[in-house]
């Protein structure tokens, strides 16, 4: 569960990125969250542990340097009985990174780990938490762990594990677009319908705010599947395998500049261009 | 447009499937086709026009008698100046069969023909028209032709031609937990979205009433969506190939036996099992 803020809405953004979003030239989410965390005063703290590849911190200090941040600290535990001593990096962080690479590395490395517990009371104290891929899945209560990919949901498709933590409203899924997760963000909701789905595409961000409402930025969409109001869901019933039944759900395809209110549950377009022709 | 009825509520079936119902052992489909057009004294026109495998109508034949039906004739029209000649082949059917292939074969060597406006009529008149794959998506006023594949929709992702029209309600696309298809159907949808989508899994089919309620038969889902609420759209801004805004969609999962009123947009659960365990 999310670490209590001091005061009401002093809590720091969750930043949850679909994937590529370095490989894209404009690199607008990097550069936005870089501005977030104080600009060139931002101090990121770079959390590889989803990753093998001992390139990873290196390439982030360059891709962080290309937004102008000088100051990045690396957070690299790749095991459990480093992470107490590696809370050091994190200190004075106004921004913490979490690469991608395998989402389950995060939770078993991290998991009850004074890391996870820091990076929880530093998000409800105002520090920004962003995660791309595999750590953007890891950021919330409930994560994706695996499942295979398709279009419509299957009972048990979805392996949910607990992840990090910062928020328990949404559950991520990523390279949405790329890799066909509609059936399986589509059965993690029909567990159980409180969270709200995020399908984010490659290049594509959602800041969620201190105050629960979320802005898309990037080059893809961010499908919201919103199963609140589901009339009917044969998840209990059906056989492992099975297409699950869910009447009533709510979706929304966001773009850069469209908001989403994830408390009151409503989404509010981007301001529009006008129209063609 | 479809062709008017006699009586209201005349009409034939309507039976868009996803693909692959000839491929699965209990053929659930094609028994449940045959039933309605009369079981053993059904006669059955075939279409392979889809395809370009001369193996195809024997195929069906095949298919066909192990359900029992022994009365099979094919209307196989390679050349729109056959369409006229082939037109007796269809007399005395009471049921019509088209076959996968490639869906533009059927709108380019048909639209226009005899065949297709007496498709049209007998329909109206209570004749039931089956389609699979191509076949399906044919069935409807706007046909998918094609579209890249992604969970997210593009502007111009897919591309709308004339169908068939034996209805307008819906916009079917097939093969669809398999393909990755949902952007390409939220996209048709975004054009104008008075339609409701139907993504069709393989081995899926929706038997559309004449009173426009569907039923779903076999062993995947029917992912309908519902774009008829749909509070904003940036369909008519956007660049081609750039995400699409849409808020508001509604969609529902149905499986075996679930039903949805087409002219209400109200999805009704399939009867439930007892609860495991």
Redesign the interface.
Known sequence: MPSPELTPGSRGYIIPIGGAEDKVSAKAILKRFAHLCGGTDAVIAVVPTASVDPETPDRYRRVFAEVGVRNVKVLDVQRREDATAATTALLDATGVFLTGGAQLRLSTLLGGTDVARLLRRMNALGVHVAGTSAGAAFLSEHMIAFGK?????LAGQATLVPGLGLTNRVIVDQH???R????RL?SSLAYNPFAIGL?L?EDTAAFIGPDNKLEVVG???I?V?DAGGL??S?M???DEG??????????????EG?RFDLHARR????P?????G
């Open positions: 990919e398709g279009g419509s949901p949405f677009r790329q066909d997760r509609m059936g589509l399908g595409d080059s893809g969409a499908t599947v009339e009917h044969s209990a019933t059906v099975k297409p699950v039944e869910m009447i009533g759900v709510r979706l929304h395809v966001l773009v469209s989404a509010f377009p981007a529009e261009p006008r129209p063609h």
